[in-house]
């Protein structure tokens, strides 16, 4: 959910395993650069600060490799978008697109798809929101029926198609 919740995953909830890398004292290689760098993302976007909330997300997403960087750049990008700054919604999700081996039935690969399909109905391209979720399967991945129903329901009135 965008808007001043991190959307992490389907469910609207900042990952566990992005909150325990940030919060090591001593971060492994491929894990976050800086402690609590996820605890004052999520924070600043509870406070309505999204553009600083956003950046706050990419550092994150930084400092992490291959699928767990993924829920820090969808919270990212949805980030942008609620700062109005859809241009860097679209860099920060063709950066997660670019991820390499995220299956999208995936907890990752649904958070990614609802991420790049939100992006792109922002910015008034509901065909490939809808080719997006389409790639998620049928049905939705677990978790993120209703999110997708949902992000699809929107993309289809955005296309002029009945649902």
């Known amino acids: ?9 389907a469910t609207g909830d900042a990952p566990a395993s992005v909150s325990r890398c940030c919060t ?14 996820a605890d004052r ?6 406070h309505g600060e999204h ?11 930084a400092g992490l490799r291959g699928a767990a960087a993924v829920a820090p750049l969808a919270a990212a990008a949805r980030e942008w978008l609620a700062a ?23 907890p990752e690969g649904a958070v990614r798809g609802l991420a790049i ?19 998620l399967g049928e049905p939705p991945p677990a978790g ?8 699809r329901g929107r993309a289809y009135c955005a296309a ?3 649902a």
């Not at 993302?41 to 509870?46: E, F, I, K, V």
């Not at 399909?117 to 790639?135: F, I, M, T």
């Open 1 to 9: 959910m965008h808007g001043g919740t991190p959307a992490c995953n």
């Open 24 to 37: 090591r004292s001593s971060p492994r290689r491929g894990e976050c650069a800086q402690p609590g760098e």
């Open 41 to 46: 993302a999520a924070r600043l976007a509870s």
């Open 51 to 61: 553009a600083a909330a956003a950046a706050a997300w990419e550092h994150v997403g």
């Open 84 to 106: 109005g700054r859809d241009a860097d919604a679209n860099r920060v999700a063709r950066v997660a697109e670019r991820i390499a081996h995220v299956d999208p039935r995936s």
């Open 117 to 135: 399909a939100e992006v792109a109905l922002a910015s008034g391209d509901p065909q490939r929101a809808l080719a997006v979720l389409r790639a």
């Open 144 to 151: 993120a029926e209703s999110p997708v129903l949902a992000l």
């Open 160 to 162: 002029g198609r009945p």
